[in-house]
């Protein structure tokens, strides 16, 4: 065999995957999500934090209209990151024949570095048109179409396609071909032919919602429907040593955010719960074409396990980050290089990295400006007193609880009677013929 098990991570520069969906050298992660939700956007951001990895990449554009490629490659040329990466580009109007062995020719590219020993990823943007292509192809030579009039043989083009994706052993020199292909979806039916197929043949996948892109969360990466399955055992020991709590933490409040719309008092515990979970979403937000070093992301997440940016207000929580990521980038270079070489983070270095984020944060806090979150009033039943329902962290409801504001006495309601109100004779005769 000459391929060798995923051990070395690819940094991504994007925080959420880093830490909750991290990526191997060497793996095959599928970026899937409706239009216009950020896949490419994803895809941007992780070539961009390749300059400083020594990664070349190669950009395959399938079938995408000239605007948006002559975008993506002048994001590209800005940004200085044309220098390690090839752009291998088939526009929506050329012929399917070409869009079809793109991709196929842009991997022979990739495999080339590979053999050399390089470290190599590859985007594939997207193989949903690559697929399309070749059943145009497939209908033009009279071939017994499947599903959705696919040919019986596409499970087999995209398999062929991503299996070249792998870690050489050291013998072979030791390089790795990382493949991100895209796919995109249609109203959010992950349950589609070609996503189904391609989620069978790579080794995890990153999801994006269109709810949460509405809700201005980008990077839209829903964490429960997006999984790594070789990634994790890449990952550095710092990352794995606060992404499993982190998840956790951001799974329950996502239970208990939907319950807590219904608009029920929450007791003590549900309310830090939440107040922590936003927290956390705020500090996963990131701005495009940004990517966050290393050091600034463990800084950042032990930072919201330490529960720091619970004080801060959110509005300021963009703030926050910027500041201890300034701060991170001061950490002294043996602590830094613990990072990336240590099997565990130790807790003497958690404890150091946590009292600069703490410095770091210290003109920050609620206390200076506006309150970390907004508090209910004591009072505030419409009613002017009456019945409480208090909902506990697990969700379930208590008794009510009946109270009265001061000065003012309760008044006590009768029970219903048994009978119900009674009902008014009738004073007229109804019209209508009398009887005999």
């Given at each position: 065999m000459d391929r060798a098990p995923v051990t070395e991570p690819l940094q991504t520069g994007i925080q959420v995957i880093d830490?909750?969906?991290?990526?191997?050298?060497?793996?095959?992660?599928?970026?899937?999500?409706?239009?216009?939700?950020?896949?490419?956007?994803?895809?941007?951001?992780?070539?961009?934090?390749?300059?400083?990895?020594?990664?070349?990449?190669?950009?395959?554009?399938?079938?995408?209209?000239?605007?948006?490629?002559?975008?993506?490659v002048a994001v590209l040329r800005e940004r200085g990151a044309l220098k390690y990466t090839v752009v291998m580009v088939t526009e929506g109007n050329e012929a399917p024949g070409l869009a079809y062995i793109a991709p196929y020719a842009a991997t022979s590219i990739a495999e080339y570095f590979m053999e050399e020993g390089r470290d190599v990823l590859i985007v594939y943007d997207d193989l949903t048109h690559h697929a399309r292509s070749y059943r145009e192809l497939s209908l033009l030579l009279r071939r017994p179409p499947g599903r959705e009039a696919f040919p019986g043989d596409i499970f087999y083009i995209h398999s062929r396609l991503l299996e070249r994706a792998t870690h050489l052993r050291e013998e072979r020199?030791?390089?790795?071909?990382?493949?991100?292909?895209?796919?995109?979806?249609?109203?959010?039916?992950?349950?589609?032919?070609?996503?189904?197929?391609?989620?069978?043949?790579?080794?995890?996948?990153?999801?994006?919602?269109?709810?949460?892109?509405?809700?201005?969360?980008?990077?839209?990466?829903?964490?429960?429907?997006?999984?790594?399955?070789?990634?994790?055992?890449?990952?550095?020991?710092?990352?794995?040593?606060?992404?499993?709590?982190?998840?956790?933490?951001?799974?329950?409040?996502?239970?208990?955010?939907?319950?807590?719309?219904?608009?029920?008092?929450?007791?003590?515990?549900?309310?830090?719960?939440?107040?922590?979970?936003?927290?956390?979403?705020?500090?996963?937000?990131?701005?495009?074409?940004?990517?966050?070093?290393?050091?600034?992301?463990?800084?950042?997440?032990?930072?919201?396990?330490?529960?720091?940016?619970?004080?801060?207000?959110?509005?300021?929580?963009d703030e926050a980050e910027r500041a201890v990521q300034q701060a991170a980038e001061a950490m002294p270079d043996d602590l830094r290089e613990r990072l990336f070489t240590a099997d565990t983070l130790a807790d003497e270095d958690r404890e150091a990295i946590t009292e600069i984020a703490r410095q770091a944060l210290g003109g920050l806090t609620s206390a200076e400006g506006t309150p970390a979150e907004p508090e209910e009033p004591e009072d505030s039943d419409p009613l002017g007193g009456g019945v409480k329902i208090e909902i506990s962290a697990e969700g379930e409801e208590g008794s009510p609880e009946t109270e009265a504001p001061e000065g003012k006495a309760l008044r006590e309601v009768p029970p219903p009677q048994k009978g119900g109100a009674e009902r008014p004779k009738r004073r007229g005769r109804r019209p209508g013929k009398k009887k005999s």
């Open positions: 830490a909750l969906i991290p990526i191997g050298k060497g793996q095959r992660e599928l970026i899937l999500g409706d239009r216009q939700t950020g896949k490419t956007a994803i895809a941007l951001d992780t070539i961009l934090n390749q300059g400083r990895q020594n990664v070349l990449c190669v950009y395959c554009a399938i079938g995408q209209r000239a605007a948006s490629v002559a975008k993506t020199g030791g390089g790795s071909l990382t493949a991100l292909p895209i796919i995109e979806t249609e109203a959010q039916n992950m349950s589609a032919y070609i996503p189904t197929n391609l989620i069978s043949i790579t080794d995890g996948q990153i999801y994006l919602s269109p709810s949460l892109f509405e809700l201005g969360v980008l990077p839209a990466v829903d964490v429960g429907k997006s999984v790594s399955r070789v990634g994790g055992k890449a990952q550095l020991a710092a990352f794995r040593s606060v992404a499993g709590d982190l998840k956790l933490a951001y799974s329950q409040f996502e239970e208990l955010e939907s319950f807590a719309r219904f608009g029920a008092r929450l007791d003590e515990d549900t309310q830090k719960t939440l107040v922590h979970g936003r927290r956390i979403r705020g500090s996963l937000k990131q701005p495009e074409f940004s990517p966050i070093s290393v050091p600034a992301q463990i800084a950042i997440l032990l930072a919201i396990s330490a529960e720091l940016f619970d004080e801060i207000p959110l509005n300021r929580i």
